[in-house]
């Protein structure tokens, strides 16, 4: 059973506009999310995080949006820029005593056009 | 420079042949943890290590083995490899569980 899915495996955005990259979770005992991205033949580098008690994080160009009634958070990138062009990589896990696991989704390609 | 540093980045084996993947972080993190990414399916956790000596499984974890005797070292060991375990392997660690991970830059592993 897939607990985090990233049901967009690619996205094309031409410079300068908003990137929307999406994220749904099954598990409602998820508390805190990150967002990663990848590029080729490099690990995953963290972007942003949010904590289940707040529904929104800003970090320069990136903001992420949390809906807990939905189960759903989305990265925004605004302007995007080509140097933005990787896989994106939605995390989950819980911060409590437990569980230690952090589970990812499949990631999204992301590709920004001059 | 804070890294974590995994060994060696490309490998070929041959089914049965026992290997070791080395991660090492000179960050003086608690939490490591190890990966693999296959097309389609993302990154699944195979083992991880709250601190030394205390390992646990993750949604992946037949056919591997790990060990930490040491705070900074987290190598994962393949007894028997198969053709099935051929794949993108990543180290990461954290300060504590929760805080964000820095991962390695992987070592992508085939197995003949």
């Known amino acids: 059973d897939q607990q985090v899915k990233q049901n967009s495996p690619s996205l094309s955005v031409q410079e300068g506009r908003i990137s929307i990259l999406n994220c749904d979770y099954t598990n409602s005992m998820f508390d805190y999310f990150l967002w990663y991205k990848k590029y080729p033949a490099e690990g995953p580098t963290f972007l942003i995080s949010?904590?289940?008690?707040?529904d929104k994080n800003e970090d320069g160009r990136f903001t992420v949006f949390l809906n807990k009634s939905a189960k759903h958070l989305s990265l925004h990138i605004v302007p995007s820029q080509p140097g933005d062009s990787a896989v994106y990589f939605c995390a989950a896990g819980v911060k409590g005593a437990g569980s230690y696991q952090l589970t990812f989704g499949k990631g999204t390609k992301l590709s920004v056009i001059p | 420079e804070a890294q974590v540093t995994q060994n060696p980045r490309y490998l070929i084996t041959v089914t049965g042949k026992k290997l070791t993947v080395t991660c090492s972080q000179n960050m003086n993190h608690e939490y490591m943890s190890w990966y693999r990414q296959d097309p389609g399916l993302g990154l699944r956790q195979i083992y991880y290590s709250m601190n030394v000596e205390v390992t646990d499984k993750g949604d992946v974890p037949e056919g591997y083995k790990v060990s930490r005797k040491e705070k900074r070292n987290f190598p994962l060991i393949l007894e028997s490899p198969s053709p099935n375990q051929t794949s993108l392997y990543f180290c990461?660690?954290?300060?504590?569980?929760?805080?964000?991970?820095?991962f390695g830059s992987g070592t992508q592993l085939s197995v003949l």
């Open positions: 990461a660690s954290s300060l504590v569980w929760g805080e964000k991970l820095f």
């Open positions: 949010i904590s289940s008690i707040k």
